[in-house]
Nanobody, 125 residues
Framework: QVQLVESGGGLVQAGGSLRLSCTAA?????????MGWFRQAPGKEREFVAG????????SYTDSVKGRFTISRDNAKNTMYLQMNSLKPEDTAVYYC?????????????????WGQGTQVTVSS
């Protein structure tokens, strides 16, 4: 089992930056899990944003954030990060971190086993 807690969301103007953090508490080592970030806006379906394998050797981004967002992890701190630069109003959503036992990254939310409570990101124009 793993418990995930996101932080770092807030209100920012278009073009600004935020860094989200996801801290995990688990009986297993943090490196046992592949991790991902998803987001959901009101009235819209949850979508994949970025994912990272257990070792950090494999990374994937959805096309709309590529070049602006950077996912990383620090297994010694049991923490995953999402650095978001050049934010746009369409990035506004609740952002969730997720964990998947096995190590391989996946872009499908249904393949993840554990989810955080979410953190709100609002980008004003």
């Amino acid at each position: 089992q793993v418990q995930l807690v996101e932080s770092g969301g807030g209100l920012v103007q278009a073009g600004g930056s935020l860094r989200l953090s996801c801290t995990a508490a688990s009986g297993r080592t943090f490196s046992s899990y592949a991790m991902g970030w998803f987001r959901q806006a009101p009235g819209k379906e949850r979508e994949f944003v970025a994912g990272i394998s257990w070792s950090g050797g494999s990374i994937s981004y959805t096309d709309s954030v590529k070049g602006r967002f950077t996912i990383s992890r620090d297994n010694a701190k049991n923490t995953m990060y999402l650095q978001m630069n050049s934010l746009k109003p369409e990035d506004t959503a609740v952002y969730y971190c997720a964990a998947r036992l096995g190590g391989g990254l996946n872009t499908q939310g249904g393949r993840y086993d554990y989810w955080g409570q979410g953190t709100q990101v609002t980008v004003s124009s």
